[in-house]
């Protein structure tokens, strides 16, 4: 059968058309979106405007503080959403945590930098408030004083900042192939705040376990530090030596002279900072707030969890009593020496703002007062 010359002309062009199309990985993704799938879950996002929508309120912590635990209980007693300010993370039906799988799903249709949902199991909240999970800022590991050293607005900015994550069409499921986009979301949404706090001896030790293994890939993993008080000094000597020269040009003046005799000096020179902008931030954007301690739901926990769901104005579908959500890890303690621990205590004391100061005093108070000799 014969085609004419034309008819194999066009025949070729739309080969490579569909071609190109195909090697086009945009393309697709925006095709895909077109007709709901490649890696979209069931639409939840709900419109500002609409009555049933609820209302931003923060849940601040700082990274290893127990926002995966507060997170737990308020999906385990009131069986509704949170959302995050981390759209490349999303919790799964039974509980795992997905990274770089699933394409960022806003709160509200109108605000696609987030925040975003968290669950892809869970209903919303309705007209109440939804816990927004943010870490804000200066709290990253290994890295120089300029990264972390910030001013309050620069802090504030962090808390509106989040990821959004598009899979790529290579990407299935495990792979983590995609695109992550930092994005910046509007701070009014944010209507109230919730500040978590821990024992700061038992943040850091919790933060240097985290790093002790290095994963190489193919089921690899490299131990960098033995997960015990030997393994820890030798990341805070580490870590001290790595960025000395810095940290004597970017921290406050005064402070860094202290600082050297300090182990982990950098670690609590964040976490004290990131407490002090935590209100500070509060404050700025005038916020209505409240502390929770994360040692008082190990003591306490009907009355903490009841205490944390009514601030979000959330009830519970089960009996708190019975439904007891125990931490996956608890640290003991007791990595730094006690003579340590009062230079370390001393440390906090000097940077911390009053505010701060009377948050963690209360972990403070046992540790002896180091004797600092007047010059």
Known sequence: MRHSLETIVY?????????????????IIRYSRKLGVHGR?????????????????WLLTYPTQG?????????????????TNYGHVVEESNGRHTRNRYLSEPLFVERGNGPYIFSNNLPLPVKTYIPVLTYCGGYCIDCYPGRYVLTRDAF?????????????????????????????????????ALQLARNPFHVIETRF???????????DWTILYNPNREGLYSWCDETGVKFSDEESKWYPEGIYDIAVDVPCHAEFFKLVQWHNYVFDAIEYMNLPS?????????????????????????ANVVKIEDNVVKPVYQSVGDFFTNED???????????????????????????????????
């Open 11 to 27: 025949g070729f062009l739309t080969i490579v058309a569909l071609s190109s199309w195909l090697l086009n990985p945009d393309a």
């Open 41 to 57: 879950r069931r639409l939840k996002s709900i419109s500002e405007s609409d009555e049933a929508a609820p209302k931003g309120a």
């Open 209 to 219: 376990l985290y790093i002790t293994n290095y994963y190489n890939g193919d089921l």
């Open 341 to 375: 621990k009062s230079k370390i205590k001393h440390f906090i004391k000097t940077l911390a703002s009053n505010q701060t100061w009377a948050l963690l005093g209360r972990y403070l108070n046992d540790v002896p007062d180091l004797h600092v000799e007047s010059a």
């Open 67 to 83: 926002s995966e635990y507060l997170i737990d209980i308020i999906h385990t007693i009131t069986r509704k959403n949170t959302a």
């Open 290 to 314: 409240k502390i929770l301690y994360y040692e008082d739901f190990t003591t306490d926990y009907v009355n903490q969890t009841k205490s944390l769901i009514e601030f979000y104005g959330l």
């Open 156 to 192: 504030i900015k962090e808390c509106v900042t989040g990821k959004k994550f598009e899979p790529s069409i290579y990407n299935n499921g495990e792979n983590g192939f995609g695109f992550t986009t930092e994005v910046h979301y509007w701070g009014e949404l944010i209507h109230k």
